[in-house]
């Protein structure tokens, strides 16, 4: 017994099978596919309604027919998770193109779900049917078993637009998360077109086509510069707002009309967007809305604000959105499975798979028509050349015993056994030699096929095959002519299927809001090392100074209407309003810096925190990685923008390391990685825009870099860890700015 246990590391294997779970997540479950833009469940539903025959000019059938038949075929997770993809693929509200056309109750924009795949019913679409499964019986692309080797299902299917780009894609793996917004399907077919005609295209140049996402909520994209690099990266973010209108009633009234939303409000928000401008009045901020009414319908949203007489329109539309989520930000993460791993995109990557796939199954579909005009060529170049020896042919048949003696005949050329009337007719029979699908095909010939015109017809037929053959092989052996193809069928699916964009793409100035007066009063700033933040006022700090001080990273007293300054070792400066942060009890957890600023704690690091009003009047020294430093005066920081450049670093491996309030007196100490001290008066670091890079601070040797800065105050003792040493760097060497230093062993 003991013989058939195999030891191994828990750790290990632990590790090893969550990889692999990982993995099948994400590849199997939760990311789509770049070339067909549809995650497994999606492909599956439709493939299986395409084998149920639930076309778009049948009848519709029940959603728990479909559902059931997707899951005893190829998806044995559950019907939840069949269903909701398939309510999902019905909903014009959440897809660019339905690729479901649903009959019954599919739910709302309002978050209403749908009914019970029970009650509801559903066929293909058109252009589901036409465009993303079409040609599958022409070996276009591979088939795999499902899930208990019993069936044969695509591993993707031959969609011949970019559904990734025209229908988007959302979903959470593990470890990953995909993002991507619709987009308009003409734009993105003639950016398909561009393409192919200069594969050099740029970024820049296809968003002459893609002008930015077209969600099907409408709206406006409030952010058009911030596109390009959006679509460059493949991540990004972007504004999206809502159409607001004003509309004149009776006796003077005014209306705030919303007839478009932005696509993140779809579902719970709307009544969350409701409940907050309720809360906006009840709060005396928006004392001039009078009433609110959701009006909306199947004809789409409208939501009416009542106004009072001479109320402030661009302030109220302002204060809607900023408070609201009217304004809300679309986190873009164009994650895909591209050859069989989880890969963040680009525009053009993406359109550059599509192409590449393209390519590739139309190379599939043309071999396969070309292998069948080839045959049909073959046969009837053996009809037409029995047509003229069809008398020996009769006399062949009258002749022999039973059929394989006349195909033995046809296409070898053996006669013994079969009787003829003449030598000369054995002879001839001899010399034949069809081919054994001719022969077949003259086996099975009817006799009215001897009539003229049916070899007229024939003819004609054989001609037109030649025809086809030629084309065929044209396409498949010039790349010119099969690109031509693909652009050809593009611009016949645009003029079947393109519609007008509906959403709307700018560069929307800041909405900035007049807030009014607050009395001034003094708080403490409490970080701890996560990140989170809160103020208290003194007295609460005052009882619980110890704890404050040990469990908190930063503290500092700052005025209520002040910002907070944080300045990270990618060379920015995020800033945020002190009223911003939660005012309350000692043990509140605060908020994350994070949701407060465009800080991102995973790609950057705090290096100083500090309010505005206590650097505005100070000079700040700036030391970076590659020992580049410069005082910069603190007023250049007093800016309305949340993040800013705080300093120019030299290249992209340097990070700023150190950032402190100036002050002559002191001293700046530099330690590099292989152990070199540099001590130098502060006074010797030149006053710099925060723009500029700066001046050396010291000489490094090759491949050495700053790992540390110290600020030493005048008369003040500073004691570092070195070599499991305490060591005091008071007692370094005084020297110059710019030189080597003293390595410390």
């Known amino acids: ?66 559902v059931g038949d997707t899951m005893g075929k190829y998806h044995p997770h559950g019907d939840s998770s069949i269903y909701d993809a398939l309510v999902v693929m019905a909903q014009d509200f959440k897809k660019g193109r339905t690729l479901i056309d649903g009959h019954g109750n599919f739910g709302s924009i309002e978050g209403d779900g749908a009914a019970a795949m029970r009650y509801t019913e559903a066929r293909l679409e058109k252009i589901t049917q036409e465009v993303y499964l079409k040609d599958m019986d022409k070996d276009v692309v591979d088939f795999i078993p499902n899930f208990d080797e019993t069936e ?8 011949r637009i970019p559904n990734l780009l025209v229908n ?46 077209d969600f099907p909520t409408g709206g406006i994209v409030a952010n058009k510069n ?89 302030y109220l539309t302002g204060l809607l959105y900023k408070k609201t989520r009217l304004e809300d930000t679309f986190g873009v993460n164009m994650l895909a499975v591209a050859d069989g791993r989880p890969e963040i995109l680009s525009l053009k990557k993406i359109i550059e798979y599509h192409v590449d796939f393209q390519f590739e199954t139309c190379t599939r579909k043309y071999q396969n028509l070309l292998a069948k005009e080839m045959d049909k060529k073959e046969v009837q170049e053996g009809l037409i050349k029995a047509y003229d020896v069809i008398d020996l042919i009769i006399e062949i048949l009258r002749g022999s015993k039973n059929q394989k003696q006349v195909k033995e005949c046809l296409t070898a050329g053996k006669t013994e056994g079969i009787r003829f009337r003449t030598k000369s007719s054995e002879k001839a029979a001899g010399k034949l030699m069809f081919t054994t699908r001719q022969a ?16 007229e017809a024939l003819i004609k037929e054989h001609q037109e095959t030649l025809a086809k053959i030629s084309r065929y092989e044209d396409i498949l052996n010039n790349y010119d002519s099969m690109a031509s193809v693909i652009m050809d069928d593009l611009n016949s699916i645009k003029r079947e299927f393109g519609r007008n964009r509906r959403t709307k793409i700018e560069n929307s ?20 090392r996560f990140g989170y933040a809160k103020t208290v006022d003194g007295s609460t700090y005052e009882r619980n100074k110890e704890s404050a001080d040990a469990e908190n990273k930063y503290v500092f007293s700052c005025m209520n209407t002040d910002k907070i300054c944080i300045f990270t070792d990618l060379g920015k400066m995020h800033s945020f309003k002190v009223l911003d942060l939660p005012c309350g009890r000692f043990r509140d957890k605060g908020i994350p810096i994070d949701n407060l600023c465009n800080y991102n704690s995973s790609k950057e690091q705090m290096v100083y925190v500090s309010s505005l009003r206590n650097i505005t009047d100070r000079k700040l020294v700036f030391v970076s990685r590659n020992s580049m430093c410069k005082a910069v005066n603190g ?62 601070g010291m000489r490094l040797g090759d491949r050495d870099f700053i790992s540390h800065a110290y600020l030493l105050a005048n008369h003040m003792e500073y004691k570092i860890d070195y070599k499991d040493k305490k060591f005091s760097l008071n007692r370094l060497k005084l020297a110059k700015r710019d030189s080597k230093g003293t390595k410390k062993k």
Do not use: W
Request: hydrophobic fraction near 40%; include cysteine.
């Open 152 to 159: 044969k299902e695509p591993e993707v299917l031959p969609v």
């Open 509 to 528: 100035k800041e909405i900035v809001l007049k807030e009014s007066e607050i009395e001034e009063t003094e708080v403490v700033f409490l970080m701890d």
């Open 1 to 66: 017994m003991d013989e058939q246990i195999i030891k191994t590391e828990f750790s290990e294997l632990m590790q090893k099978s969550y990889i692999d779970y990982a993995m099948s997540v994400i590849v199997a479950r939760a990311l789509p596919d770049v070339r067909d833009g549809l995650k497994p469940v999606q492909r599956r539903t439709l493939y299986d309604m395409r084998e149920l025959s639930i076309f778009y000019d049948k009848p519709y059938r029940k959603c728990a027919r479909i």
């Open 168 to 213: 988007g894609a959302d979903g959470i793996a593990v470890g990953m998360a995909t993002n991507i917004p619709p987009h308009n399907l003409d734009e993105v077919a003639d950016a398909v077109i561009a393409y192919m005609k200069d594969q050099d295209i740029t970024t820049k140049g296809l968003m002459k086509y893609i002008k930015g996402p």
């Open 226 to 314: 911030a596109l390009e690099q959006i679509y460059e990266t493949g991540s990004g973010k972007i504004k999206v707002r809502g159409k607001v209108s004003v509309e004149k009633g009776k006796a003077g009234k005014q209306y705030l009309v919303i007839t478009e939303i932005p696509y993140t409000m779809i579902g719970a928000n709307i009544g969350k967007f409701l409940n907050d401008v309720a809360n906006l009045v009840d709060s005396k901020k928006a004392p001039d809305i009078l009433d609110i009414s959701n009006q909306s319908s199947k004809e789409g949203i409208r939501i009416v604000l009542e106004l009072r007489k001479g109320a402030d329109i661009e």
């Open 440 to 455: 077949q095909a003259i086996l099975e010939m009817r006799l009215y096929r001897l009539i003229g015109l049916e070899l």
């Open 635 to 696: 007023s250049e920081f007093n800016v309305t923008k949340k993040v800013v450049a705080a300093t120019k670093l030299a290249n992209e491996d340097d990070r700023l390391i150190l950032t402190g309030i100036l002050d002559e007196s002191d001293y700046l100490v530099l330690r590099s990685e292989k152990g070199y001290f540099l001590r130098f008066p502060a006074n010797e670091v030149p006053e710099k825009k925060k723009t500029a890079i700066g001046v050396r």
